[in-house]
């Protein structure tokens, strides 16, 4: 395990996105006494709703391999939906604004530290639900066994953009931006608790 410190830029971002963090993973409801299949679903169209056209936003910034959107749609498939359905989702249209490399990594932190949290959705869901890789829990587990290195190659990048230290305001706005506007967009699907 490595003992280096995090990079100036990481401290100021999980110091600066901690009160918005906590606040929505307060409300997101899998682990509410009534979560069931159902809402599951109805969550995951939520996410694909936000993901989809915020991949698209960050494509100049990242890399295929860091997409979401098509392993959402095949758990969506594995869920009943249609491909008709999925086509005709809602799609979050108030999403944070990417106008840089310090913008995009602030979005990025969010979406590459969820990947990290759904380690433990997984496990929860296959226990809770019944619900695995193949049947509509593939997108918790998005990265499989790369999900490490994924998430330290992102924390190289980080490390790198440390050095311009002012940008990290960008940075950090831009990751509670993405918080604050995916909870908006959660809440008005109506899927928080």
């Known amino acids: 395990m490595s ?81 008709a359905d999925i086509g005709a989702l809602p799609q979050c249209q108030a999403l944070p604004a990417i106008h840089d490399e310090a913008s995009a990594l602030g979005v990025m932190y969010v979406l590459e530290g969820s990947t990290l949290g759904g380690q433990v959705l997984k496990r929860a869901m296959a226990e809770r639900l019944g619900i695995g890789h193949d ?7 998005v990265y499989g066994e790369l ?25 950090v706005q831009a990751a509670i931006d993405t918080f604050t506007r995916f909870e908006a967009w959660l809440d008005q699907r109506n899927v928080l608790n």
Do not use: M, V
Request: aromatic content about 12%; charged content about 20%; hydrophobic content about 40%.
């Open 3 to 83: 003992t280096t410190p995090p990079s100036p830029l990481l401290f100021a971002l999980r110091e600066g996105t901690r009160d918005c963090h906590k606040a929505l993973e307060a409300r997101l409801p899998f682990f509410s006494p009534g979560f069931d299949s159902a809402a599951y679903r109805r969550l995951l169209q939520a996410y694909y709703g936000f993901h989809t056209p915020l991949e698209h936003h960050l494509s100049d910034y990242q890399g295929p391999e860091r997409r979401k959107t098509a392993t959402l749609a095949r758990d969506l498939l594995a869920l009943n939906l249609s491909a």
């Open 135 to 141: 049947s509509g829990a593939a997108f918790l587990d």
């Open 147 to 171: 999900t490490g290195s994924y998430w330290r190659s992102f924390l190289e990048r980080l490390g790198q953009a440390s050095a311009a230290a002012p940008s990290h305001a960008i940075t």
